[in-house]
C-alpha cells in the first residue's frame, strides 16, 4: 500500500526515476457512488473525471504511455444497464476528448477485443485511433473488452498457425517472440502497476506484461485519484530497487 504521507516530486518536474510505462486498474466507481448515496452511474461519471485529468497529469510528469483497463471482458457480466451506461460514457469522452489528443500530440491506443463492441462505438473508436495514429508524443492506451488471458491464448494460436504453415519452428518461439504477439508487443515494458481502491489483485490485467512491474495499490477510489495520489505512487516506484532477478 502507499504509505501516507508519502514524498512527491517536484510538481511539473519529472523524477528521475518516472516510469516510462504506468498502467492503472481503475477500480472503486461504485463504491464511490455508494457512498454518497448517489447511483453507480454518478460513480461512473466521476471516474471519467479522473480518467481525463489523470491522462493530463501523466504527461506532464513524463510518463510516455498510460495503459487504463476501462472495459474488461468479465465486465459484461454486469447488469445491461451499466453495461448500456458505461459504452454511453465511452462515446461522450471520446467525442470530447479527440480534439485535445490531437492538439496535444497524444496518440490513442486500444488493446482488447473492441470490434465486439456496438458498430458505432467501433466506428467512433477507429475515427480517434486513425486521427492520431501519427502523433508524436506520449500513448493513452485504453484496454476495451480486455482479457489477458485471451490475449496470451491468442498469441500463442497465432505462434501455432505459423507453424503450422511452416514459417517458423516450434523450438523457435522464445520469449521475445511470444511477447512480439501480444497487442501490447511496440509498446516500452511495463514499468509500474497501480490498482485504486485497496483490493490487491490485476484481474486478469497485463498478466504477462506485469512480470517484473513494480506493483502499487491504493486505498484511493478510483474518482477520487487525482495528480496527488499520481505522484505520490511515482514516488514509490522511485524508491524502490528493481533487480529483475539480479542482486
Known amino acids: 500500500m502507499i ?5 512527491r516530486p517536484a510538481s511539473g518536474a519529472p523524477d528521475v526515476h518516472t516510469p516510462r510505462h ?46 487504463l483497463y476501462a472495459f474488461s471482458s468479465e465486465n459484461w457480466r454486469r447488469p445491461q444497464e451499466e453495461v448500456g451506461d458505461l459504452m454511453g460514457l465511452l462515446r461522450r469522452f471520446l467525442k470530447k476528448e479527440v480534439e485535445e489528443l490531437v492538439r496535444e500530440d497524444v496518440r490513442l491506443r486500444v488493446i482488447g477485443d473492441y470490434r465486439a463492441l456496438a458498430p458505432d462505438l467501433v466506428e467512433m473508436i477507429d475515427d480517434v485511433v486513425g486521427r492520431t495514429e501519427r502523433n508524436g508524443g506520449p500513448s493513452l492506451v485504453i484496454a476495451l473488452n480486455y482479457g489477458s488471458q485471451a490475449e496470451i491464448t491468442a498469441a500463442a494460436r497465432a ?34 502497476m497501480i490498482r485504486t481502491s485497496g483490493e490487491q489483485r490485476l484481474s486478469n490485467f497485463l498478466l504477462w506484461q506485469s512480470a ?36
Open 3 to 7: 504509505p501516507n504521507p508519502a514524498p
Open 22 to 67: 504506468v498502467a492503472i486498474i481503475m477500480d472503486g466507481n461504485g463504491r464511490w457512488a455508494k457512498a454518497r448515496h448517489l447511483p453507480r452511474i454518478a460513480g461512473h461519471r466521476q471516474g471519467v473525471e479522473a480518467v481525463r485529468h489523470i491522462s493530463r497529469a501523466a504527461r506532464d510528469l513524463g510518463i510516455e504511455v498510460l495503459t
Open 159 to 192: 505462434l501455432a498457425k505459423r507453424v503450422e504453415d511452416g514459417e517458423i519452428t516450434a523450438d523457435a518461439i522464445d520469449e521475445a517472440m511470444f511477447e512480439g504477439a501480444l497487442a501490447t508487443h511496440d509498446l516500452p515494458p511495463l514499468d509500474l
Open 212 to 247: 517484473y512491474a513494480e506493483l502499487v495499490f491504493t486505498d484511493t477510489l478510483w474518482p477520487d485519484f487525482d495528480r496527488t495520489a499520481l505522484e505520490e505512487a511515482l514516488s514509490v516506484y522511485a524508491r524502490r530497487h528493481r533487480r529483475f532477478g539480479g542482486l
